[in-house]
């Protein structure tokens, strides 16, 4: 039984590109959440997708933006990188908006 | 607004003693407390949930924590540390919005294990 997996697990951008990562929750999951962590800090919420729609969401701007996919798959998109948003990118699956998460091992995104 | 505090940010042990890792957090309502340990290169693992209905939780590799309502806090302690505990530790509250739920993270404590 497959656990989180996202895609890529390294990237680099430059300042002012787009980035896509890629989340696939645990088999049986319905919900995911993405979340920011910044070197040296606690993760952060960006967001929750549950049936296609984003159902609550963090202090992030309109910069980052999300998707869900009807085989509970998800993307996280951000515009117009800033050196700011160089952090580990976590998604994390739970069944129906649940409190148990499982993480994946992330994606550690670099802007240079 | 709910927050956590972790009280501190890197905590040492010789091998085969306790670990005691503070925490204090804020919420308007009982909220669902959890402990998370992250490994290099891992993802988060859940330690061990809160949610009312025992004040000591048991949670995975010897680890529990104490909900303590009156000095809001939830400390996580381990009778003896084995070097396999080195990793960053987070404590996490709940909050059930109107649709869906999102996790508050404190900014995390560092447990190193001296052999």
């Known amino acids: 039984d497959a656990g989180v997996t996202q895609s890529p697990t390294h990237l680099i951008k430059t300042r002012g590109q787009q980035v896509t990562l890629r989340c696939s929750p645990k088999s049986g999951h319905d919900t995911v959440s993405w979340y920011q962590q910044a070197l040296g800090q606690g993760p952060q919420f960006i967001f929750q997708?549950?049936?296609?729609?984003?159902?609550q969401r963090g202090n992030f701007p309109d910069r980052f933006s999300g998707h869900q996919f009807p085989n509970y798959s998800s993307e996280l998109n951000v515009n117009a990188l800033l050196l700011g948003d160089s952090a580990l990118y976590l998604c994390a699956s739970s069944l129906y908006m649940g409190e148990k998460l499982f993480f994946g091992s992330g994606t550690q995104l670099s802007v240079l | 607004a709910q927050s956590v505090t972790q009280l501190d940010s890197h905590v040492s042990v010789s091998e085969g003693t306790p670990v005691l890792l503070r925490c204090n957090y804020s919420?308007?309502?009982?909220?669902?407390l959890f402990w998370y340990v992250q490994h290099p290169n891992k993802g988060l693992q859940l330690l061990l949930k809160?949610?009312?209905?025992?004040?000591l939780v048991k949670g995975i590799n010897g680890f529990e924590a104490e909900f303590k309502k009156s000095e809001t806090s939830f400390h996580l302690t381990k009778p003896s540390a084995h070097m396999s505990d080195a990793a960053e530790y987070f404590c996490v509250v709940s909050d059930r919005g109107n649709a869906g739920n999102m996790l508050t993270f404190g900014g995390g404590t560092r447990l190193m294990v001296k052999p």
């Open positions: 997708y549950y049936e296609e729609e984003e159902r």
């Open positions: 919420s308007s309502y009982s909220p669902s």
């Open positions: 809160y949610t009312s209905a025992a004040t």
